[in-house]
Nanobody, 126 residues
Framework: QVQLVESGGGLVQAGGSLRLSCTASGFTFTSYTMGWFRQAPGKEREGVAVIDSSGRTNYATSVSGRLTISQLNARKTLYLQMDSLKPEDTAMYYC????????????????????WGQGTQVTVSS
């Protein structure tokens, strides 16, 4: 049974930092493409950053240079380091996994990911 459990969310002032973690179980972590997505109230879920089994990454333009995705295979854990946070980063952040493989950089489309965590809330105050 696939399980993804996020942690690390919270309230932070603009310009601050947070690190989100996602602990995975029930599948071969090193063979999957993993990603972080977010959804703000009244908005659609959007891809933030993804990383595939080869270490290729893809970032949303709005977060490039401020957010960094990484993973520690030995702990089956995915991370999202969030720096220089802005109020518009406020959202529920979800960890997701896909067993698909792509010849190009992994996609940011949520439709490509089948396993999801419950989410962790990030709130950035101005």
């Amino acid at each position: 049974q696939v399980q993804l459990v996020e942690s690390g969310g919270g309230l932070v002032q603009a310009g601050g930092s947070l690190r989100l973690s996602c602990t995975a179980s029930g599948f071969t972590f090193t063979s999957y493409t993993m990603g972080w997505f977010r959804q703000a109230p009244g908005k659609e879920r959007e891809g933030v950053a993804v990383i595939d089994s080869s270490g290729r990454t893809n970032y949303a333009t709005s977060v490039s240079g401020r957010l960094t995705i990484s993973q520690l295979n030995a702990r089956k854990t995915l991370y999202l380091q969030m720096d220089s946070l802005k109020p518009e980063d406020t959202a529920m952040y979800y960890c997701a996994a896909s067993g698909s493989r792509w010849d190009f950089v992994p996609p940011l489309s949520s439709a490509e990911y089948v396993h999801w965590g419950q989410g962790t809330q990030v709130t950035v105050s101005s």
